[in-house]
């Protein structure tokens, strides 16, 4: 026998979903949202299927469409598809399942080896009907990504992430519906290839570029104003920025309200909050940072901050031009004085019988700490002794407190200078301080 016929057929999309969808794997009915739906005359599938209204079909070894009119049938009514993770490397086969699925808003083809694979422009009328395309890690090529968006003229959101990108093929036509472009996790460095997405697609209000090395941004305040003019969200995480004149520059986007900016070069030698604030402070217009929403009282404080920083650490010729607009808001502010509320240390008398001596009390330490000290200097053991403060301006009205706590702070007796700490021996007989 031919090893050939030992080969497995390759599985196609209508029986994964006769397998998936069987209604022998629904015991308790369909479940919100799906129609049940017979088998079309002369299928070979013969059971009844519950379909919902968005199919994951993700890691199901596609490679093949299969019948068309089935698709028809068991799909007049989706209007999402996950076909992630699978086998299909042809965009004939794509191109029938998704003509045979009229009302299709939203397709993911993630995972797919297409690297190399040419889509016709001809076939690629079937996506008309999409808004929201997934191709991320399908390695597809410009011209490809070109193809599809001259195709797809209610688009409004494309994922091109982990494509192996180094440069941006510009496309002769634009597409003006695009609103979201997600293309991280490439090797996009020169802001020239960035640039290109405001010239192709006119109305994004997102772009998201997280994890590629991109350097600089080097466009003119007119240049940004008319590739970006719809701009509200921009996502370069981990990207390669060094300069803060970078950051100035993204002040040129007219819309913007959103940047996300972690792990980029430029930060690196600051703390977190110290971060924040300079870039708060760089960044007048933005109402959400790196996920945070922006309130006055935080723009107030970080603006604050940045002229002090800049007051007290840079020269002059070093201060940006940021530095002196906000200096014309607040004034010329100087560093904040580091004020030191610590509990401190106090000078007290401690008297045992006849004897008196002045002992400098840390005020952070407990009265354990301080029975533990007083051992070494009167030579007894910390379980023999009884202590008792005496304010000398009050001892009069209140008489000796004894010291019973041993976890309690010193400092929170308000012990000043001068005041005495009376040392005890503890008797069987319990006296009290009225005795004293």
Known sequence: MDQSSYEEEPRTFVQVISDKYNSKNFPHGQGLGVVVLPSPPGSPIKDELFLPSV???????????????????????????????????????????????????????????????????????????????????????????????????????????????????????????????????????????????????????????????????????????????????????????????????????????????????????YTAHERRCLLLAQLPKILVLNGGAVSDNEREDAERFFVRYYYQDCTEQKRPERYHELVSKYGQLAPLADVDLSPQSTMVDVRWGDKVEAVNLRLEKTVGDLKKQLRALLQLPTNGIRLFYINRDMCSMFGPEELKCGCRALHSYSIRDGDEILVVPKVKSRCSSSDL
């Open 55 to 269: 199919l994951v079909l993700n890691d199901c070894g596609i490679r093949k469409a299969g019948d068309r009119s089935d698709i028809a049938v068991f799909c007049a009514h989706v209007v999402e598809l996950d076909l992630s993770y699978n086998e299909l490397h042809d965009w004939a086969e794509i191109c029938t399942i998704v003509s045979n699925i009229p009302h299709l808003d939203f397709l993911n083809l993630s995972m797919n080896p297409l690297n190399g694979v040419p889509l016709e422009p001809c076939m690629a009328e079937v996506f008309t009907r999409v808004r929201r395309l997934v191709l991320i890690n399908t390695h597809v090529t410009w011209d490809t990504v070109h193809t599809l968006t001259r195709n797809t003229p209610e688009l409004v959101e494309l994922f091109l992430c982990l494509n192996d990108y180094d440069a941006v093929s510009q496309s002769r036509t634009s597409c003006p519906s695009l609103r979201l472009l997600q293309i991280t996790d490439n090797n996009l460095r020169d802001w020239a290839e960035v640039r290109k997405f405001g010239v192709m697609y006119p109305s994004l209000s997102t772009l998201v570029l997280a994890n590629n090395s991109v350097e600089c941004v080097s466009d003119t305040r007119d240049a940004m104003q008319r590739l970006f003019p719809n701009l509200r969200s921009i996502n370069l995480n981990n990207s390669g920025l060094s300069k803060w004149e970078d950051i100035e520059r993204l002040n040129f986007l007219p819309k913007l309200q959103e940047i996300k900016a972690k792990g980029i070069p430029l930060l690196e030698p």
